[in-house]
């Protein structure tokens, strides 16, 4: 079986910044595109930010220019900084894999998410 756990959200004040991440576990031979999607009060969950596992990168409109998504790929560990933070930013973050397990192909992990509030 394969885990995605998510740590760093947390209450943070408007401007401020905090740091997510997601450590991959699990019978896992290697790890394509990891992202991190949010979901907030009352909206779908949407794509924040994705990167390749060759270190290649895509950020939404919103956090484009005060966000950094990087991974570790000898830790199968996806990271997610964040600054300048927005009460519109407060939501839960989910941290998404794609993963390929020996002998079985590729499937698709979500972590259980994490909370980010930010404060006016």
């Known amino acids: 079986q394969v885990q995605l756990v998510e740590s760093g959200g947390g209450l943070v004040q408007a401007g401020g910044s905090l740091r997510l991440s997601c450590a991959a576990s699990?019978?896992?031979?290697?790890?394509?595109?990891m992202g991190w999607y949010r979901q907030g009060p009352g909206k779908q969950r949407e794509l924040v930010a994705a990167i390749s596992s060759g270190g290649s990168t895509n950020y939404a409109e919103a956090v484009k220019g005060r966000s950094t998504i990087s991974r570790d790929n000898a830790k199968n560990t996806l990271y997610f900084q964040m600054n300048t933070l927005k009460p519109e930013d407060t939501a839960v973050y989910y941290c998404h894999a794609d993963v390929i397990k020996p002998w079985a192909g590729k499937y698709e992990y979500w972590g259980q998410g994490t909370q980010v509030t930010v404060s006016s």
């Open positions: 699990g019978n896992i031979l290697s790890i394509n595109t």
